[in-house]
């Protein structure tokens, strides 16, 4: 199984730094195969733009290769991403079910994700793409601010999936077949290789079907992705992707509580609309280019354009008073959204004060436009909510007071110029430095009212690192940065919203980080403390005005330990705890405005920890454990109503019957834990994982 790291990156002493500093002669080409170890000298791609390895970088990453990931049975690039230090799930079906917690901030406005480098904006907070784990080559993370290196949105961590590339070499085969609890069944496909001396290409197909822990469940995604590479000359090459995904996912929008508690019994119901919609449909076209100038010079364009069609239709709110569940809030909602943009860098060896330096210069440009439909207000025929029966919950069609209409339409035209500096000041420190500069043009047209309103935003953001190797693998670094978030979506913002400026952040961290016991080893420490500032927060004496004065901040630590043990025996584990709270925070309450200073912020465990350990019994056969925990969380700002913890056990066992044919079994949930993953309707609503469940995998190579 491959390695999994965790933390923060140093400068690895001692190196030759003209070989730091070398570039390819030509561009890499992917394996095969995923990497089968990922260690602190590999190369990352969440954490610089310079194709600085672990070790060379000043901040905390982490890595999981595909393999792991489909090994251990992680649905999702978030299932998978919650197992990495400090991070954990906060996704409803409101955001696509991709939300995440990082270093005590929350939502796709602070914990950005990327696919293949590329930022995908969110409409209304939503993201769902990427769509499913079998295409994924890597998933590399970045924890605490990263606007300096991809802008706006990124105070918590950024999250980059990098997609199965291209291979040179005869072309190879891979047919999985899958089948498990809840009639789940898979069909994929990965083929590549080499078509011509010049030309390789990469296929992945993936259809999923499942009928759902719960009353009518069902669920249904179709996946695509397609790449071909030219290689026009040894210095040059060019490589044309195109991904597809068609999701309906699993319709559920949590399990009600009864007089604030949760009844184990109502597990399995449904209390959606008859005739429910969750319906995603993503397109993710990019053209990119890789040209090695000369020895010192190298140039990358990435061209790209994404196409998301989402469209709602359910009653979201259940809630239970005075005896009586009601079902409210009937949501219908329609998003289009298309974004086009490139992205030109340029990397260059040279000298800077008679040191080694490289550095990376680029201009990035999107346009995205888009439009959302709804029957806003939203006000249900039946005020108070439609009565319904708690143990069976009677089937009924979606119903509102209001016609679904357009909304609004808007086009943001996004431009920004970057940099990235790595100086070796000497054999043994360097000093690592970023700035970037955002400028974002917002247009919104109320295709209700006729109104329209528009505004400027910009962002200024940079870093400064330094790393020390202490010995060749004992390293420290420490870091500035800083980062900015939008109010709102910034594709989406109101025309109340557009009124304010980006919020902005800054974070200082330290580290350090060691491979030992001849690299079978290796453990990483990180401490951080994050300060935001300009959060909307209410005005005292006016409930309907917002002022931009709120401070919100964050402490924590994260350690991570990875050991290849004798006996074929590895365990990789980790474990995080942040004191995340509100410094300066007004809520209003029914009118009244209520100080939340001192309370944490919605959602943010205290304390999160994770342990996988995997054995080869034999040459043929392998198991392996795993362990999560997240701590308590709120589900309000007042601090009220709590989350409990959970712990979740799953295991893995694989078996190699013939040379080209592996059999596998995933167990999830191992121990049937009734757990809450996340919450909705002010915590009224639980959105529980999935009970104990089996998955068998038959893999074919040819």
């Known amino acids: 199984m491959n390695k999994y790291l965790a933390s923060g990156l140093c400068l690895l002493a001692l190196q030759n730094s003209a070989q730091a500093l070398t570039l390819p002669a030509s561009p890499v080409t992917a394996p095969a195969v995923d990497s089968e170890y990922i260690d602190l000298s590999t190369p990352t791609t969440a954490g610089s733009r310079l194709g600085l390895t672990a070790l060379q970088t000043p901040g905390s990453v982490e890595s999981q290769t595909g393999t792991q990931i489909r090994e251990r049975g992680d649905a999702s690039v978030q299932d998978a ?100 609890s809840y009639d789940r069944q898979q069909q994929a496909l990965d083929s590549g290789g080499s078509l011509t001396d010049t030309l390789s290409y990469r296929l992945n197909l993936n259809r999923l079907r499942s009928n759902g822990f719960i009353d009518r469940g069902d669920s249904a995604s179709d996946f695509a992705s397609g790449a071909l590479r030219w ?114 860098t340029f990397t260059f060896k040279h000298t800077l004060f008679g040191l080694d330096s490289q550095t990376v210069t680029g201009v990035e440009y999107n346009r995205i436009r888009f439009r959302l439909a709804s029957n806003s207000p939203f ?65 919104r047209d109320d295709l209700r009212s006729g109104e329209r309103s528009d505004r400027t935003l910009t962002g200024n953001n940079w870093k400064a690192g330094l790393v020390f190797a202490i ?46 016991w001849d690299q079978r080893g290796e453990w990483t420490l990180a401490a951080y403390h994050i300060v935001k500032k300009k959060l909307l927060t209410d005005v005292p004496g006016n409930p309907q005005f917002k002022q931009q004065v709120g401070q919100q901040s964050s402490n924590g630590l994260e350690a991570s330990l990875d050991l290849q043990l004798p006996h074929a025996w590895q365990l990789q584990a980790n474990a995080a705890i942040v004191r995340a709270q509100y410094d300066d925070f007004q809520q209003n309450v029914g009118g009244v405005q209520v100080s939340r200073d001192g309370n944490r912020p919605v959602d943010v465990p205290r304390r999160t920890a994770n342990l996988w350990l995997s054995k080869a019994v034999t040459e043929d056969i392998r198991a392996s454990a795993g362990v999560r925990y997240v701590d308590a969380r709120y589900a309000d700002m007042a601090n009220q109503n709590e989350l409990p913890s959970y712990t979740v056990v799953d295991a893995s066992v694989s078996w190699k019957a013939l040379r080209n044919t592996t059999l596998g079994l995933q167990l999830n949930n191992l121990f049937d834990r009734t757990y809450a993953v996340s919450q909705y309707n002010d915590g009224q609503q639980w959105i529980l994982g999935e009970p104990r469940s089996f998955f068998v995998t038959a893999d074919y190579t040819f």
């Open 81 to 180: 991403i919650s197992r990495a230090t400090g991070i954990s799930r906060t996704g409803t079906p409101g955001d696509g079910g991709t939300s995440l917690q990082a270093r005590g901030f929350t939502g796709q406005g602070s914990v950005m994700q990327l696919y293949d480098g590329n930022r995908l904006y969110t409409g209304m907070g939503t993201s769902t793409f990427p769509v499913d784990t079998w295409a994924v080559e890597r998933v590399d993370v970045l924890r605490g601010p990263a606007s300096v290196l991809y802008g706006e949105g990124a105070t918590g961590a950024v999250v980059n999936t990098i997609s199965k590339k291209p291979f040179t070499g005869e072309i190879e085969n891979h047919i999985r077949l899958g089948y498990g």
């Open 231 to 344: 290689q026009a000359a040894d210095d040059l090459s060019f490589t044309l992707a195109h991904d597809y995904g068609d999701q309906r996912p699993q319709n559920y929008f949590g399990t009600p509580l009864l007089n604030g508690h949760l009844h184990k019994g109502l597990r399995d119901k449904n209390y959606n609309v008859s005739n429910d919609t969750q319906h995603y449909n993503d397109q993710w076209t990019r053209l990119s280019s890789e040209w090695q100038i000369n020895d010192a010079v190298s140039a990358r364009n990435e061209l790209y354009y994404l196409k998301a069609q989402r469209r709602w239709q359910n009653a979201e709110n259940y809630n239970f008073s005075a005896g009586q569940l009601t079902r409210s809030g009937f949501y219908g909602i329609k998003h289009n959204q298309e974004q086009v943009g490139d992205r030109q």
């Open 379 to 443: 006000k249900d025929v039946v005020t108070g909510g439609q009565p319904i029966d708690v143990k069976h919950p009677a089937q009924a069609p979606f119903e509102s007071a209001d016609p679904f209409l357009p909304l609004f339409a808007t086009t943001t035209k996004q431009f920004a110029g970057f940099a990235e500096n790595r100086l070796q000041l000497t054999d043994q420190l360097s000093l690592i430095t970023g700035i970037r500069r955002d400028y974002v043009h917002l247009d």
């Open 471 to 516: 010995t060749p693998d004992t390293s420290v670094y420490g870091q500035y940065a800083t980062s900015t978030d939008g109010v709102g979506g910034l594709i989406s913002l109101s025309s109340s919203q557009q009124a304010f400026d980006l919020s902005t952040a800054k974070q200082t961290e330290i580290g350090i980080k060691q491979a030992f």
